[in-house]
C-alpha cells in the first residue's frame, strides 16, 4: 500500500507540475509519461474513447487473420486458469485495436465500465502509458501495475504484455494479461512472455511455409517469362525472386525492397498479387518492370567528378533554387566532411540528409536519424550513449546500444540540433573529437566512426551569439553548409512535386489549370509538408466522384487550406473552433468511427459511409462539422 501512494504521488507531482523523480519509477514507465506528456494525452481520462464499429472490427479482423489463427488456441488454453485467477487475456494488433478478449466473467464486466472491450484502441496516445500500449511502442515486455499507468482509467489494473514478432522483428501484435492491481502476481509477465514466444514459432513457421509457396510461383514464372524483368515480393515489399534479366543488372537485387530497385532505373508496369489455395490469404505480389523512364532519368545527376549515377529518392524538379541545392549535395555526397543542412521546416531537410548518405563512400553502412528537440532532456544521454547490463532499474537485459553505436560505419543525421541541451553539447563535442563512448554504467571506451550530417530550422549562428549553443561545437559541425530553398521559391517545381507524390502514394487525381493555379498563388508556408497534406485531402475527395466545380471540394480545400483570398470569417473560424474544441465524447467517437472508415477505404467517401450505414450527405455534413 506503502507503494501505491508513493507512487500515485509522484504521479500527481508529474501531471500537475511536470517533475519527476526518476529514482521513483523504472525507466520505460517513465520514458512513457514523457512521451504521453508531448502527445498532450489527458492524464483524467477515465475510459478508451477510441472503438470500432462492429463493421470496422470485422474488418481489422481480416486484415489480421493469421494472426487471430495462430493465436486463438493458444488462448483458448489459457481461458480456465486466467479465469480461476480473477483475469482476463487480450490479443492486440499493431494499430493497438483489441481483437478478442476472454477471462473471468466479473473482471471481463469491470473492464467494460472503463471501455476495456474488443474493439477499443488502446495506444499510449489514446489512453496513456499502459502495458499493450508500451509494448507497442517498445516491443519489449513490460508489466504495468497501478498508477504507473498515466491516465486514471487505468489505475485500478494491472497489465502485462509482451509484443509478437515475426523472426526477422516486424511487430504482428500484442499479447496481453490484465486483472484488478489486487489480484496482481508476478507470473503474469511470465506466463504471457511464455504463450508469446509458442505462438511467434508457430507463425514463423507459417510465414516460412507461405515464402516457399511464393518461391514455386516465381520460378513457374520465370520458365513462363525468360526474357522479361520482373520481380517477386513477400507481403513486406521485399525480394524474394527476380527474373534472370533483372539479376544479371542488378545482382544484389533478392533482398532489397521493391522501392530500393526502382532506383536503378526500373518503373512498374503491371502489378499482380499471389494468394495460397488453401486460405486464399495475400502472400505476395508479382511486378512486371520496365526500365529507362523519363522521369526516373530526370531525378538522376551524374557528378563532375565521378561517372557514378547520383540517386535522389525524392523529386528535383527544374528551378534554379534548387538545382543549386543538389549541386552541393552531389559535390559533398563523395566526401566525409560534417553537412550543416539549414531550412524552413518541411523543406525536406531528411531527404537531402538521406541522399548524401546514399552517395557516399558509406551508403552501405546504417542511416541513423534522430530528432534532438523529440526527445526529453532526461532521456537523451541513454538514446545516445546507451548503457550496459544493469545500469540502472528497468535496463534491458542485454543492454541498449546508442545512437553513436547504431551509426558506426554509416551516417548520424541529428535533427533539429539546434535543440540539444547544453549538457549535451559537451558530449557531443567530446564524441567528435576523440571518436569513443562509454556507455552509461560501463567502463570501457567504444570506438566509433560515423559521419555527422545536422539540420536545424532554427539560425543556429544567432543561438550562439545568445550563449546558448556552444561555439566550439558550432565550428565542429558548420563546416560543410547547405540551404533547402523554400517551397515558395522553387514553385515552378510544384507540378513535378505534385506528379512525384501522386505516383508515390497512387493518387489518382486528374489535375486542370486551374487548380495549378491556385496551388502557384499560394504562399506554402508549411512547404512540401503543407503541399502532400492538401494533395492527400484533395485525392479523398476526387476519388469519391468530386470534380473541380464541385464548391464543397474548393470550400474545403483550394479556398480554406491554400487560397489565403478566400480565408472563412472569424464568425466561422470561431465556429470551427468551438465545434473543434468541445466536442461531446460521442462526437468524438463518431469523428474517430469516420477517420478510420475513411482509412479502411482509402478516402473512399461512398464506401466509408457504406461501412458506418450513414447517408453520404450525412458523411459529408459530418466530414465539414468535425473539420476532416
Not at 329 to 347: A, H, Q
Request: hydrophobic content about 35%.
Amino acid at each position: 500500500m506503502k507503494e501505491t501512494v508513493c507512487y500515485l504521488n509522484t504521479w500527481k507531482r508529474f501531471v500537475n507540475e511536470g517533475v519527476l523523480d526518476s529514482a521513483r519509477l523504472n525507466k520505460r514507465v517513465m520514458e512513457s509519461w514523457y512521451r504521453c506528456k508531448k502527445e498532450q494525452v489527458n492524464p483524467y481520462l477515465n475510459k478508451g474513447e477510441n472503438i470500432l464499429t462492429n463493421e470496422l472490427l470485422h474488418l481489422q479482423r481480416e486484415k489480421n487473420s493469421l494472426l487471430l489463427d495462430v493465436v486463438s488456441p493458444h488462448v483458448d488454453r489459457m481461458n480456465e486458469a486466467i479465469r480461476e485467477s480473477g483475469m482476463m487475456a487480450l490479443l492486440v494488433d499493431p494499430d493497438g485495436y483489441v481483437l478478442s478478449l476472454l477471462g473471468n466473467e466479473k473482471i471481463v464486466e469491470d473492464a467494460r465500465k472503463i471501455n476495456f472491450i474488443e474493439g477499443v484502441r488502446w495506444t499510449e496516445r489514446e489512453v496513456g502509458t499502459n502495458a499493450i500500449g508500451t509494448a507497442l511502442q517498445t516491443k519489449e515486455a513490460v508489466t504495468i501495475n497501478g498508477t504507473e499507468h498515466y491516465s486514471i482509467a487505468s489505475h485500478q489494473w494491472s497489465c502485462s504484455a509482451t509484443p509478437i514478432l515475426t523472426g526477422d522483428g516486424l511487430l504482428m501484435g500484442v499479447l496481453d494479461i490484465s486483472c484488478p492491481v489486487e489480484y496482481s502476481h508476478p507470473f503474469m509477465l511470465g506466463m504471457v512472455a511464455s504463450v508469446a514466444y509458442e505462438i511467434e514459432r508457430e507463425i514463423s513457421k507459417r510465414l516460412f511455409k507461405r515464402e516457399l509457396a511464393l518461391f514455386q510461383r516465381s520460378v513457374e514464372l520465370t520458365d513462363k517469362y525468360r526474357d522479361r524483368p520482373f520481380v517477386v515480393c513477400n507481403d513486406n515489399d521485399v525480394i524474394v525472386s527476380a527474373s534472370k534479366p533483372l539479376r544479371e543488372k542488378v545482382p544484389q537485387s533478392i533482398g532489397m525492397s521493391i522501392s530500393q530497385l526502382l532506383r536503378y532505373g526500373y518503373q512498374v508496369d503491371i502489378q499482380t498479387a499471389f494468394s495460397l489455395k488453401e486460405d486464399k490469404q495475400i502472400t505476395g505480389t508479382c511486378l512486371f518492370l520496365s526500365e529507362g523512364t523519363s522521369d526516373t532519368k530526370r531525378r538522376q545527376f551524374t557528378g563532375s567528378n565521378s561517372a557514378q549515377t547520383f540517386y535522389f529518392n525524392g523529386e528535383a524538379g527544374r528551378s534554379e533554387a534548387f538545382q543549386r541545392t543538389m549541386k552541393q549535395v552531389k559535390l559533398v555526397s563523395p566526401t566525409d566532411v560534417n553537412v550543416y543542412i539549414f531550412g524552413e521546416t518541411g523543406t525536406g531537410k531528411e531527404v537531402i540528409a538521406r541522399a548524401i548518405h546514399d552517395n557516399s563512400p558509406r551508403k552501405d553502412g546504417p542511416f541513423i536519424a534522430i530528432n534532438c528537440g523529440a526527445i526529453p532532456k532526461d532521456l537523451m544521454e541513454s538514446e545516445l550513449f546507451g548503457y550496459v547490463e544493469g545500469a540502472f532499474t528497468g535496463a534491458k537485459r542485454q543492454g541498449y546500444k546508442g545512437k553513436f553505436e547504431q551509426a558506426h560505419k554509416g551516417t548520424l543525421f541529428l535533427d533539429e540540433i539546434g535543440e540539444i541541451p547544453p549538457s549535451m553539447q559537451v558530449a557531443l563535442l567530446r564524441v567528435l573529437q576523440e571518436r569513443k563512448v562509454v556507455p552509461i554504467g560501463g567502463i570501457k571506451e567504444i570506438p566509433v566512426d560515423f559521419r555527422i550530417i545536422t539540420a536545424t530550422h532554427r539560425d543556429l549562428t544567432g543561438l550562439v551569439n545568445q550563449g546558448t549553443f556552444r561555439k566550439d561545437l558550432y565550428y565542429r559541425l558548420y563546416v560543410y553548409p547547405i540551404h533547402v530553398p523554400p517551397l515558395r521559391e522553387r514553385k515552378e517545381d510544384i507540378p513535378f512535386l505534385v506528379r512525384f507524390l501522386c505516383q508515390k502514394h497512387n493518387w489518382n487525381i486528374p489535375w486542370a489549370d486551374t487548380l495549378f493555379d491556385k496551388l502557384n498563388d499560394h504562399t506554402w508556408p508549411g512547404n512540401i509538408r503543407e503541399l502532400h497534406n492538401v494533395l492527400e485531402r484533395i485525392n479523398i475527395l476526387w476519388s469519391n466522384g468530386a470534380t473541380e466545380d464541385d464548391l464543397f471540394l474548393y470550400n474545403m480545400l483550394t479556398i480554406e487550406s491554400i487560397d489565403s483570398k478566400f480565408e472563412p470569417s472569424i464568425a466561422q473560424n470561431e465556429e470551427h473552433i468551438r465545434t473543434n474544441n468541445e466536442l461531446t465524447a460521442r462526437e468524438k467517437i463518431q469523428r474517430g468511427l469516420m477517420l478510420e472508415a475513411l482509412q479502411r477505404t482509402k478516402g473512399n467517401v461512398t464506401a466509408a459511409a457504406k461501412l458506418l450505414d450513414v447517408p453520404r450527405s450525412t458523411f459529408y455534413k459530418r466530414l465539414r462539422k468535425y473539420g476532416l
